[in-house]
Each structure stands twice: as structure tokens, then as C-alpha cells.
T-cell receptor, first 117, second 117 residues
Framework: AQTVTQSQPEMSVQEAETVTLSCTYD???????LFWYKQPPSRQMILVIR??????QNATENRFSVNFQKAAKSFSLKISDSQLGDTAMYFC??????????????FGKGITLSVRP | GAVVSQHPSWVICKSGTSVKIECRSL??????MFWYRQFPKQSLMLMAT?????????EQGVEKDKFLINHASLTLSTLTVTSAHPEDSSFYIC?????????????FGPGTRLTVL
């Protein structure tokens, strides 16, 4: 079974600063995906970024980038130039690749990020 | 692309009645949809996996007869909470899996807040 650990329950960052959210996972699988989802106060889950385990290059999406360390099983999210709209709960998630119709997401507990004006 | 709708967004019902929640993938076909339950400030808890044209797969501890799932088409899955009780009050979220080559990702609906009086 897979586990995803987000050990920091809350973080705060000043607007325009950079913040890094930590995530570690445990799996015996070699082919998998890792995700970061954002859940703002509206509670709509939004995909922030996706990483395939076999790709060594770290994924980036505008101000969001990841530091994927496969050997260490670490998958942190860096948010640059933080904006007020980044205030949300962030979930790290794992999914086995080629799991067919039952490709389930395993979520971490989430971290609440507050961006201060 | 990858838009998932959910209806209703908020429902209040009396104890003992049944409530149906719809989940639709608007711009892609989803052979697999997922139903989650979320309590405030907590992570998502997977309830069941819904596969088009076949019976849903329920997670351990989820009552099949209470939470009826039907996935009648490639764009629609429904969750019916039967004989609802106050303890069923929660936030229910669906997701739809888009399994394109090289991109296997779940996209989420906006959620349904259920209050049982």
C-alpha cells in the first residue's frame, strides 16, 4: 500500500515571497504519478501540477514547480511570487500508473497555506 | 478542458429521505469516476470507484446499500444517499478520470454540501 505524508499542517507566507510545501511518500511501485491539488475556500479541487515518476525533469506550471527526488521519495511544491489567491489547502497525492480502471489517488492530509498581504 | 460538474451544489433534506447527486464530465469521456467524502479541514476519503456499465467498487467500511452509485454513461455518474440521517451530513466530491496517453489524471467536481435535518 502507498502512503503520502504531509507533516506540516499549516504555513504562512508574505505576498510576493516564495514558499515550499513538503511531501514524502512511500511505495514499492516504480511507475506512478504524483500530483499537487489546491483546494481554496470554495472547496473546488484544482490540479496544480503533475509529475510522472519516470521523468527526471521537474514539472513546472507558471509560478508552481516541484522538486521531485525519486530516491528520497520526496515531492515538494514551490510557489514563487505568492499571491493572495494562493491561499488554500494543498494536497499531495500519489497514483499508480497502469492500474487500469481502478487508478486510485492516495492523498496526504493536506497543508493549509495562508498568504499574507 | 477537463471540466467536471456536480449537481446540486447544496442540498438540505429531512432524515429518512433519499438524495441523488449527479457528477458529469462536460468535455471528455470518463470510463471511471470516483466519489469522495470530506469533513472540514480534512483530506478526501474515497468512498467508491464507479466504472461505466458495471457495478461500483466500494471502499472498506462504506455501506453499499446506503450509498448507491450508478454510472450509466461515459459522462454521468450518480450517487444516491438512501434513507439519509444527520450523520450522513458532509461534503461529497466526485472526480472523473481522464486517461489519455501520458496523462492519467483525475479532475474534480465542485462538490455537494449535504445537510440532513
Amino acid at each position: 500500500a502507498q502512503t503520502v505524508t504531509q507533516s506540516q499542517p499549516e504555513m504562512s507566507v508574505q505576498e510576493a515571497e516564495t514558499v515550499t510545501l513538503s511531501c514524502t511518500y512511500d511505495t514499492s511501485e516504480n511507475n506512478y504519478y504524483l500530483f499537487w491539488y489546491k483546494q481554496p475556500p470554495s472547496r473546488q479541487m484544482i490540479l496544480v501540477i503533475r509529475q510522472e515518476a519516470y521523468k527526471q525533469q521537474n514539472a513546472t506550471e507558471n509560478r508552481f514547480s516541484v522538486n521531485f527526488q525519486k530516491a528520497a521519495k520526496s515531492f515538494s511544491l514551490k510557489i514563487s511570487d505568492s499571491q493572495l489567491g494562493d491561499t488554500a489547502m494543498y494536497f499531495c497525492a500519489f497514483m499508480k500508473k497502469h492500474a487500469g480502471a481502478n487508478s486510485k489517488l492516495t492523498f496526504g492530509k493536506g497543508i493549509t497555506l495562508s498568504v499574507r498581504p | 478542458g477537463a471540466v467536471v460538474s456536480q449537481h446540486p451544489s447544496w442540498v438540505i433534506c429531512k432524515s429518512g429521505t433519499s438524495v441523488k447527486i449527479e457528477c458529469r464530465s462536460l468535455d471528455f469521456q470518463a470510463t471511471t469516476m470516483f466519489w469522495y467524502r470530506q469533513f472540514p479541514k480534512q483530506s478526501l476519503m474515497l468512498m467508491a470507484t464507479s466504472n461505466e456499465g458495471s457495478k461500483a467498487t466500494y471502499e472498506q467500511g462504506v455501506e453499499k446499500d446506503k450509498f448507491l452509485i450508478n454510472h450509466a454513461s461515459l459522462t454521468l455518474s450518480t450517487l444516491t444517499v438512501t434513507s439519509a440521517h444527520p450523520e450522513d451530513s458532509s461534503f461529497y466530491i466526485c472526480s472523473a478520470r481522464r486517461g489519455l496517453a501520458g496523462e492519467d489524471t483525475q479532475y474534480f467536481g465542485p462538490g455537494t454540501r449535504l445537510t440532513v435535518l
